[in-house]
């Protein structure tokens, strides 16, 4: 059995007969601005070829080489073709902060085999994957090019038009970071809105999907772009020499202020955190109308993540498109909705499709229309009374009694389950 060195994504490889040790390749930063590449270093991808049958032991990110693993459910995932994957099903052995893992794996065929501890999507299977999407359905949609990226691949958006009169657009976000797996959320909703019940959602609402907002991410395989800027924390919508990404996709929103926008992301290694939306406070809103929408949204995205949500700084990070859009256009924005891979892959895509549904179907129940929300010149909204400042003091003040109450109930999960083996969402 050997590692092939030119198509995995690790670093400080050891090997001793059938012994297999390395760490997770760490990413350079930009310069400037807030991007985490330390926080986003920790996925690898591990690729081998060998004999039908040879079994190898697998150490990833063990330092010391002997420290204690107290649990035994890691995630590790398996693929021919980093198309179709397939999660280990033995036991792989890990520790509180899921990173470190230890597990024997043995080989099914002698095709090259990637292992890798979340899903790494290929990016040109992604492609021609969307490419054929958007050709099986040209009635319902179409793809637009809206720009190239650093590496100059397309930076494309999957656009279904209203069928009837139009109360507004939705914009939907994923692969922001390739290494989170949101992108299958983008691709189940894509499936949803070209089914029946979809397509009578989009006889009011235009839909923008953006499945791939980091492409050379995904080719390259990092979580940041080519040159080490992380989009969510910071989106450099005015660099388009260092940062096409957000240039492009903050001058297509300009042109197509979404009423609604939603933006996926994927926990992988954090098995004690439930998916859950990150909830912007009500004082980011303008208008009583939109305040009283947030909050039935707010409760519908609470009840389906069965209570939790995360708020706070976080959620209105000012170098984030989520805080950019509605500070400008007072869109309804829900920035970072963390599927867990540990619900598993159809139970996600599920997910996606009920988060998306449930908002829209909201929206279409009290006939919301853009002008309802987006403030002049693209939509009616001004200020009343809900903005004064005694209001948004208001308002501050219950989202840190929520912040208090929902941090203390997920520390509390957390350090009670931290040495479970057989933990898993229900």
């Given at each position: 059995m050997k590692v092939l060195s030119d198509q995995s994504v690790?670093?400080?490889?050891?090997?001793?007969?059938?012994?297999?040790?390395?760490?997770?390749?760490?990413?350079?930063?930009?310069?400037?601005?807030?991007?985490k590449a330390d926080e986003y270093s920790w996925f690898y991808l591990l690729c081998l070829q060998g004999q039908t049958g040879e079994t190898t032991n697998i150490s990833a990110n063990l330092s010391p080489p002997n420290a204690p693993l107290t649990r035994d459910n890691s995630l590790v995932y398996w693929s021919h073709d980093r198309w179709t994957w397939q999660q280990l099903v033995s036991p792989v052995h890990t520790n509180h902060t899921g990173l470190p893992q230890k597990y024997s794996f043995?080989?099914?065929?002698?095709?090259?085999?990637?292992?890798?501890?979340?899903?790494?999507?290929?990016?040109?299977?992604?492609?021609?994957?969307?490419?054929?999407?958007?050709?099986?359905?040209?009635?319902?949609?179409?793809?637009?090019?809206?720009?190239?990226?650093?590496?100059?691949?397309?930076?494309?958006?999957?656009?279904?038009?209203?069928?009837?009169?139009?109360?507004?657009?939705?914009?939907?976000?994923?692969?922001?970071?390739?290494?989170?797996?949101?992108?299958?959320?983008?691709?189940?909703?894509?499936e949803y809105l070209a089914s029946p019940a979809g397509i009578i959602l989009l006889?009011?609402?235009?839909?923008?999907?953006?499945?791939?907002?980091?492409?050379?991410?995904?080719?390259?395989?990092?979580?940041?772009?080519?040159?080490?800027?992380?989009?969510?924390?910071?989106?450099?919508?005015?660099?388009k020499s260092n940062c096409p990404e957000a240039y492009y996709l903050w001058k297509y929103i300009k042109k197509n202020p979404p009423l609604l926008y939603l933006d996926f992301h994927a926990y992988v290694h954090q098995y004690h955190r439930h998916p859950m939306p990150y909830l912007q406070s009500l004082a980011c809103y303008t208008?009583?109308?939109?305040?009283?929408?947030?909050?039935?949204?707010?409760?519908?995205?609470?009840?389906?993540?069965?209570?939790?949500y995360k708020i706070g700084s976080l959620s209105m990070w000012?170098?984030?498109?989520?805080?950019?859009?509605?500070?400008?256009?007072?869109?309804?924005?829900?920035?970072?909705?963390?599927?867990?891979?540990?619900?598993?892959?159809?139970?996600?895509?599920?997910?996606?499709?009920?988060?998306?549904?449930?908002?829209?179907?909201?929206?279409?129940?009290?006939?919301?229309?853009?002008?309802?929300?987006?403030?002049?010149?693209?939509?009616?909204?001004?200020?009343?009374?809900?903005?004064?400042?005694?209001?948004?003091?208001?308002?501050?003040?219950?989202?840190r009694l929520k912040q208090i109450f929902i941090y203390g109930k997920s520390y509390y999960r957390y350090y009670r389950y931290r040495h479970r083996t057989d933990l898993r969402i229900r």
């Open positions: 690790i670093q400080d490889l050891s090997t001793d007969k059938n012994s297999i040790s390395f760490t997770a390749k760490h990413f350079d930063s930009f310069p400037q601005g807030t991007n043995t080989l099914p065929s002698s095709k090259p085999i990637y292992l890798s501890n979340t899903i790494l999507y290929d990016y040109n299977h992604l492609r021609l994957h969307l490419r054929r999407f958007v050709d099986d359905h040209p009635q319902l949609c179409h793809q637009q090019i809206i720009g190239h990226s650093l590496q100059n691949h397309d930076l494309s958006i999957i656009s279904f038009p209203s069928r009837q009169r139009e109360y507004g657009r939705i914009l939907v976000t994923t692969g922001c970071h390739p290494a989170e797996p949101d992108i299958l959320g983008s691709l189940a909703i894509l006889k009011h609402f235009t839909v923008d999907i953006m499945p791939m907002q980091n492409p050379d991410g995904y080719k390259l395989i990092t979580c940041l772009t080519a040159n080490g800027i992380n989009l969510y924390w910071n989106f450099r919508y005015q660099d208008g009583s109308t939109t305040k009283k929408l947030v909050t039935k949204m707010d409760r519908v995205l609470t009840d389906l993540s069965q209570g939790y000012p170098d984030a498109l989520s805080t950019l859009v509605t500070n400008n256009f007072n869109t309804i924005a829900y920035t970072k909705y963390h599927f867990n891979m540990y619900e598993g892959v159809d139970p996600s895509r599920q997910r996606a499709i009920d988060i998306f549904s449930s908002l829209a179907n909201l929206l279409i129940k009290h006939q919301i229309k853009q002008a309802h929300i987006l403030t002049p010149p693209h939509g009616q909204v001004t200020p009343d009374q809900t903005d004064s400042s005694t209001a948004t003091k208001y308002y501050s003040l219950h989202s």
